[in-house]
């Protein structure tokens, strides 16, 4: 069974930086042929993309929210996504949550939540003075 542990999460002043992890187990496949994401979901939100790795880590996504100040690396031999996140901003303030998808997702479909069938537990990013 597929299982995505998420950890980094805290609380931070505007500016200031963390950096996430997610580390999968119980994979069926290979790690590198999964498509990783990084979601957020703030109260009352929908949730939102935040970063993503194609299988391969071929391509690489970020909305314009976050880009130029989060970054995605990874380390296969410890089957661990990281997402650096630097100069926060309160409106980062979510819960953020690890996905894994194992189907191909051409274009756009990447891009869809619905899409992805791992999900971690969570790791609340709180920004604020």
């Known amino acids: 069974q597929v299982q995505l542990v998420e950890s980094g999460g805290g609380s931070v002043q505007p500016g200031g930086s963390l950096r996430l992890s997610c580390t999968a187990s119980g994979l069926t496949y290979t790690y590198t042929s999964y498509y990783y994401g990084w979601f957020r979901q703030a109260p009352g939100e929908e949730r939102e993309v935040v970063a993503l790795?194609?299988?391969?880590?071929?391509?690489?996504y970020y909305p314009d929210s976050v880009r130029g100040r989060f970054a995605l690396s990874r380390d296969i031999e410890m089957r661990t996504l990281y997402l650096q996140m630097n100069n926060l901003k309160p409106e980062d303030t979510a819960m953020y949550y690890c996905?894994?998808?194992?189907?191909?997702?051409?274009?756009?479909?990447?891009?869809?939540?619905?899409?992805?069938?791992?999900w971690g537990q969570g790791t609340q990013v709180t920004v604020s003075s």
């Open positions: 790795m194609a299988a391969g880590a071929e391509r690489t």
């Open positions: 996905a894994a998808a194992r189907a191909s997702l051409p274009g756009n479909t990447w891009l869809n939540p619905q899409r992805y069938t791992y």
